[in-house]
T-cell receptor
Framework: DAMVIQNPRYQVTQFGKPVTLSCSQT?????MYWYQQKSSQAPKLLFH???????NEADTPDNFQSRRPNTSFCFLDIRSPGLGDAAMYLC???????????FGSGTRLTVV | EDQVTQSPEALRLQEGESSSLNCSYT??????LFWYRQDPGKGPEFLFT???AGEEKEKERLKATLTKKESFLHITAPKPEDSATYLC?????????????FGRGTSLIVHP
C-alpha cells in the first residue's frame, strides 16, 4: 500500500547532540511537510517542500533544518536539540491540486 | 488568517452515549475540511473530507457534517475503541492553498 513511513518511531537523543529524522513516501506526492506536535496541541508546521522548493515558517528555529534529496525522501535535522524540542514529529504529504494530506506514524523524540 | 477552533477540548462519554464534536473555522474560501483521528503516540489517521456546506459523510459510528462556518463530528453509540483525539483541519482555496490549518483537537474518552 502507498504510504508515508517515518523512521525511527522513537528517538532518544542527548541534549545538544544532532539528530536526524527521516520520512519516505510511495505516493509520489509533490509536497512534503514537517510538523512538530506537543501534548494536547495542534500540529505546528515547521517547513514544507513544494517539489524542490523549500519553504520555512517564519517562527521555525534555526536549529531545525530539512533536506529533500528526491521526491520520495525528506529529512528533518535538529542541530542541537534542547529539552524544549522533545515532541512528536509528523511528516505529511499532499499532491498539488488534490485536497487532503497523508500522515506518517510520527517520530517521538525524547531529549535527555 | 485562517483559523480553526475545536470544542470541547476534552469529552468523556459513557459507552453508548451519543455526542458531537465541533470545529468552527474561518477561511478565505474553503477548498476542503478534514477530520482526522489520532491515537496516542501515533500520526493522524484520515477520516473524512468535506468540500461544501450541506455535505455529510459517514463511517461506522461517525458522521461528519459541514456548514459555512463549522463542522460537526457526530458519534453515535460510541465504544471504548473510539477513544482518541479528533483533529479538524481546513484547506483554503486561495493563497498558500496547500497548507492546512489545524485545530487543537478534541480528546475523547469513552468509558465502558
Amino acid at each position: 500500500d502507498a504510504m508515508v513511513i517515518q523512521n525511527p518511531r522513537y528517538q532518544v537523543t542527548q541534549f545538544g547532540k544532532p539528530v536526524t529524522l527521516s520520512c519516505s513516501q510511495t505516493l509520489n506526492h509533490n509536497v512534503m511537510y514537517w510538523y512538530q506536535q506537543k501534548s494536547s496541541q495542534a500540529p505546528k508546521l515547521l517547513f514544507h517542500y513544494y517539489d524542490k522548493d523549500f519553504n520555512n515558517e517564519a517562527d521555525t528555529p534555526d536549529n531545525f533544518q530539512s533536506r529533500r534529496p528526491n521526491t520520495s525522501f525528506c529529512f528533518l535535522d535538529i542541530r542541537s536539540p534542547g529539552l524544549g524540542d522533545a515532541a512528536m514529529y509528523l511528516c505529511a504529504t499532499s499532491r498539488e491540486g488534490a485536497p487532503g494530506y497523508t500522515f506518517g506514524s510520527g517520530t517521538r523524540l525524547t531529549v535527555v | 488568517e485562517d483559523q480553526v477552533t475545536q470544542s470541547p477540548e476534552a469529552l468523556r462519554l459513557q459507552e453508548g452515549e451519543s455526542s458531537s464534536l465541533n470545529c468552527s473555522y474561518t477561511v478565505s474560501g474553503l477548498r476542503g475540511l478534514f477530520w482526522y483521528r489520532q491515537d496516542p503516540g501515533k500520526g493522524p489517521e484520515f477520516l473524512f473530507t468535506l468540500y461544501s456546506a450541506g455535505e455529510e459523510k459517514e463511517k461506522e459510528r461517525l458522521k461528519a457534517t459541514l456548514t459555512k462556518k463549522e463542522s460537526f463530528l457526530h458519534i453515535t453509540a460510541p465504544k471504548p475503541e473510539d477513544s482518541a483525539t479528533y483533529l479538524c483541519a481546513v484547506q483554503a482555496s486561495s493563497g498558500g492553498s496547500y497548507i492546512p490549518t489545524f485545530g487543537r483537537g478534541t480528546s475523547l474518552i469513552v468509558h465502558p
